[in-house]
């Protein structure tokens, strides 16, 4: 009864999101349409972590080496062609081949989680390193000059597929973006329904018990890292579109520690969380910059420690538990808060 | 002659630097299985202690080997008697934590002293070998390290608290049932770990450029010489830095700086891939 209570919302509620992401560019100011169009760039690279981490259980700390590559091959790709249908592909596959072959390494060489972490992140620094120096002339992809610390100016936006000198506006882009965000995101509730996203869960469980039921832990963990790669990618060149720069701070430290921020915030584990999260986190940062009292970095590493000691879960796992306890007490179940409603439909 | 002498001075002063920056994650990761992250702002915060100590009229020496880790261990002692031991166990959470903790430590002193502060100068001076010019802070550097290894192989070999510390990372279980107070020797170790990332924060102010995110440049590679170091925290960070210092400087050697860098992390990274367990795990096994 729950269950299918909470299955009709979720669709009433995914409904309701798309006519919002339609309707948005009637009601909003542009500036405020910019910045929610980076708001959901943000959350497609969110609940790529959220996916591999919250699901998968890789604790990936260099996320933003994914997001970057796929926003630098996004900016080369559509300079080059001078359109952005085989850019965006571009920023969709060469992050998922390097997470291919990084994956390779780390899961065929059975490392652990902790130096996964810790391998993912210096990669995201390589990569910080190297584009950093790449500023002059003898660096460049065809006609796209890499910039090194510069980054890359005046990338080409999104066009109409396959129409170069139709470029979008800032409307359309938002809804590209807002469109984008949600098939990302049905697309990975659909994917953890199906039996493949079953066995990621169980590899997370306990991954000898899935080995012994005849899943190669190995082979599904490289999978679900490649699509969390793929996913980053795509966020990558939503990103650029938005602001039509790329530069290597992209893969900074920085970057890399407000995925996290936001996934820890939101919650781990759901998916909805790490998009809630993701937003609240910017409008802070946004509210932040805009007055001179508090550095940024105090208040996120604030925030970051309290979620940690205070709130483990993370706000939105802790706000439904909430909301789940009220509603047994309102049916008289003496207020035993059921994790999966199962109280409720054994009545 | 002169290139292969400059060259070795290189790669001594390169795996020194490892050396002195590694050995107290190696206390605080290879003892107590605490992921720091701050560790690179532990390494900072002993530089800016330095700088400032040095401002307001001390002795550069005294700076370097007594305030910067006297300072730093006393923010290690707080730091884990309000932060992490809550969080032993939790191996993630501690890695969150301490992420949140640098960005905190950054935050501050940003606010504090700004994007920049003015270095102190490079004491003793330089020699000069054929036509290079070396400095014979880079010879000290590497006598530091090599102290600092003895001292700790001595702390945790042949006195009281280095047996009952290394009891409780063992078993922690078992060392309170004999009556170790577990809690404090956590708190200790915490701290020593952090007075020794000070004290290398401290040596290698006069070397490096000091700015609130000077840390994130280390942490990776602090992280990456413990890992591929392994179990053995003292054989295996020093081998480990000696091959990683090599490494490193011949690389930027033969090509630039930069790429000297990614060379390390590409290296690195692969040796990780052959010995899972790091270079103690096969070669110095049961070592300290």
Partial sequence: ?347 | MDKVAILTLNVVDGAASLCLLCLGLAIIFGMMRIINLAHGEFVMLGAYSTVVAVHHGVNIWIAMIVVAPLFVGLVGLLVERTLIRFLYGRLVDSMLATWGLSLFIVGLITTIFGNTIDGVPTPLGGFVIGDYRASWYTIFLAGMALLMLGLVYLLLSYTRFGLVARAVMQNPGMAATLGVDTSRIYMTTFALGAAVTGLAGGLLAPVSGITPVMGSAYVAKAFITVVGGGAAILAGTASASVLFGLVNQMAAYLTTPVYGEVILFVAAIVLIRLLPQGISGRFFKGTL
């Fill in chain 1, 1 to 347: 009864m729950a269950g299918k209570l909470a299955l009709g919302a979720q669709a009433v509620a995914v409904v309701a999101a798309g006519v919002a992401v339609a309707m948005a560019p009637n009601v909003l100011e542009t500036f405020d349409l910019m910045q929610i169009t980076l708001f959901a760039a943000m959350s497609v690279l969110s609940l790529s972590l959220a996916f591999i981490w919250g699901y998968g259980g890789i604790l990936c700390f260099g996320q933003t080496a994914f997001f970057g590559l796929g926003g630098y091959a996004y900016a080369v790709a559509a300079i080059d062609y001078g359109d952005s249908t085989p850019a965006i592909g571009m920023a969709i596959l060469v992050p998922a081949l390097f997470a291919l072959v990084l994956g390779y390494f780390i899961f065929y060489g059975r490392i652990s989680d902790v130096y996964l972490g810790v391998i993912t992140l210096t990669v995201t620094l390589i990569l910080f390193n190297v584009v950093n120096s790449t500023s002059g002339e003898e660096y460049h992809i065809g006609q796209a000059r890499l910039g090194g610390f510069n980054g890359m100016p005046s990338v080409p936006t999104f066009n109409m597929p396959f129409d170069p000198s139709n470029i979008l506006s800032p409307e359309a882009a938002w809804q590209v973006t807002g469109f984008a965000l949600l098939g990302v995101y049905l697309l990975l509730r659909i994917l953890l329904v199906s039996p493949w996203g079953r066995v990621v869960v169980a590899v997370r469980e306990n991954e000898t018990r899935a080995a012994l039921l005849g899943y190669d832990p190995r082979f599904v963990k490289l999978w679900t890292f490649v699509l969390g790669g793929a996913i980053a990618g795509l966020a990558g060149a939503l990103y650029v579109n938005w602001g039509a720069f790329v530069g290597p701070t992209i893969f900074s430290l920085a970057t890399a520690s407000q995925i996290i921020i936001w996934i820890t915030v939101g919650g781990l584990g759901t998916l909805l969380g790490p998009i809630v999260g993701c937003v609240l986190i910017q409008y802070l940062v946004t509210k932040i910059g805009s007055q001179q009292a508090f550095n940024s970095n105090l208040v996120l590493g604030a925030v970051l420690l309290g979620v940690v000691l205070l709130l483990p879960k993370g706000v939105v796992p802790s706000l439904s538990g909430l909301v789940q306890f009220g509603f047994n007490r309102l049916r008289g179940d003496g207020g035993v808060a059921a994790p999966t409603g199962q109280a409720a439909e054994a009545k």
